[in-house]
């Protein structure tokens, strides 16, 4: 079983950046893929960003292109969504979910991704 355990959520001010954290642990495959989804009050679950095992393929919502970065590290077993220039628009629970391998067509759907960790609160002020 793959856990997965996210970190780093706060409340920030806009315009200011945040990054968050996704420790996987358990037996993870070692082609593992790796994406953030959000939700926000309201509002049903979206995709943001997702990467593959081995960072050469990534891809990004629209409304964060150029603001938010994902990242990985193997060694720790741990990605990253660092996020910049942050708005109350970007207010929203974000979760970590990962798969077994990357799809280059459907890495934005949801219901492709295995392992899901509980969510870290984001809230920007405006």
């Known amino acids: 079983q793959v856990q997965l355990v996210e970190s780093g959520g706060g409340l920030v001010q806009a315009g200011e950046s945040l990054t968050l954290s996704c420790a996987v642990s358990?037996?993870?495959?070692?082609?593992?893929?790796m994406a953030w989804f959000r939700q926000a009050p309201g509002k049903d679950r979206e995709f943001v960003a997702a990467?593959?095992?081995?960072?050469?393929?990534?891809n990004y919502a629209d409304s964060v292109k150029g603001r938010f970065t994902i990242s990985r590290d193997s060694a720790k077993n741990t990605g990253y969504l660092e996020m910049r220039n942050l708005g109350p628009e970007d207010t929203a629970v974000y979760y970590c979910?990962?798969?077994?391998?990357?799809?280059?067509?459907?890495?934005?759907?949801?219901?492709?991704?295995?392992?899901w960790g509980q969510g870290t609160q984001v809230t920007v002020a405006s």
């Open positions: 979910a990962a798969r077994t391998g990357y799809s280059v067509t459907y890495y934005y759907r949801q219901p492709l991704y295995e392992y």
């Open positions: 358990g037996r993870a495959p070692s082609n593992i893929a």
């Open positions: 990467i593959n095992w081995s960072a050469a393929f990534k």
